[in-house]
């Protein structure tokens, strides 16, 4: 969406997501590197084909517990660990948001702000009943002052994996673990009752 004349996200409950907290409800710019890799058009895309959600892939209908994050983290290991030839960090996901804020912290960012970016409660009065959240402009400051790993990458076209693209849910997310990727277990034939 756009805010304050900037592209944004808004991270919110929804019927696939809870949030953990008020403070976790937010929004949050769009950083430039991903406006400059065709972000916008990759959500418009999702929007011109009736997705509601941003990541589809990371969802299966049939599942009753059904927690994106939980997804994104299994796919995520997989391909970090085949990139990282001297190992994986313990908790690779904690290990990141720990990066992000120590870096921010380091190039000076107050704690309130990290905070606010970071969707944590404040542990100071001032921070949690005397001031609002950091707002889309000073937050878009922050962001850019985070070091771009991107840069050298050249936009592409926008290509959604098949299934997206045809509106089907996404492999892995087989009714029962029997179906998923297509293949068919020989069922055993069940021993007659003697």
């Not at 997310?173 to 297509?182: E, V």
Request: aromatic content about 8%.
């Amino acid at each position: 969406m756009q805010s304050d004349g900037h592209w944004s996200i808004q991270i919110k409950a929804s019927e696939v997501r809870r949030i953990k907290n008020a403070q976790s409800h937010r929004l949050l710019p769009v950083p430039n590197e991903l406006l400059r890799l065709n972000f916008i058009e990759f959500v418009e895309r999702l929007k011109g084909l009736g997705h509601k959600l941003l990541f589809p892939e990371l969802f299966s209908p049939y599942l009753q517990k059904n927690d994106p994050g939980d997804r994104f983290y299994k796919d995520f290991v997989s391909v970090a660990e085949k990139c990282m030839p001297g190992g994986l960090w313990k908790r690779p996901i904690h290990t990141l948001r720990h990066g992000f804020a120590n870096t921010l912290k380091q190039a000076g960012v107050s704690d309130g702000v990290i905070e606010d970016i970071s969707g944590r409660l404040g542990e100071t009065e001032t921070a949690t009943r005397y001031t609002n959240p950091a707002g889309l402009s000073l937050i878009q400051l922050i962001i850019s002052r985070y070091p771009v790993v991107t840069g050298h990458l050249e936009p592409q076209p926008i290509r959604l994996l098949p299934w997206v693209e045809e509106m089907r849910p996404p492999p892995w997310a087989g009714k029962k673990s029997g179906d998923r990727f297509g293949n068919k277990r020989e069922r055993r034939p069940k021993k007659a009752a003697s």
